[in-house]
């Protein structure tokens, strides 16, 4: 897109119309914030109590009075990588015979 404005000094409108989008996306900026306290917050959890997922968490920041929507804090669990590990299929279990 840029290269199309830049070297071949097309309009923005013709840019966008070979490409086959809309100027409106092209000049879309995110207002969107980087949430670096949450993601400290969450990181710093993640290690003390390891077995919590997103939904416990969530109660959690509740409690301490941060109002976070779930699906942006599931959103952010998933960017750090701070899922709970699925545990494996118990093969022996004596009373269970």
Not at 54 to 67: D, K, P, Q, T
């Amino acid at each position: 897109m840029a290269w199309a404005i830049a070297e071949k000094s097309h309009s923005q409108r013709r840019a966008c119309a070979l490409v086959g989008i809309a100027p409106k996306t092209y000049r879309y900026v995110s207002k969107r914030g980087d949430d670096v306290a949450l993601r400290e917050w969450l990181r710093a959890r993640a290690y003390e109590r390891r077995r919590f997922g997103y939904r416990r968490r969530h109660v959690l920041l509740g409690r301490e009075g941060i109002a976070v929507n779930h699906k942006k804090l599931y959103r952010l669990y998933r960017e750090e990588r701070l899922t709970v590990r699925k545990r494996g299929p118990q093969l022996s279990v004596p009373w269970a015979r």
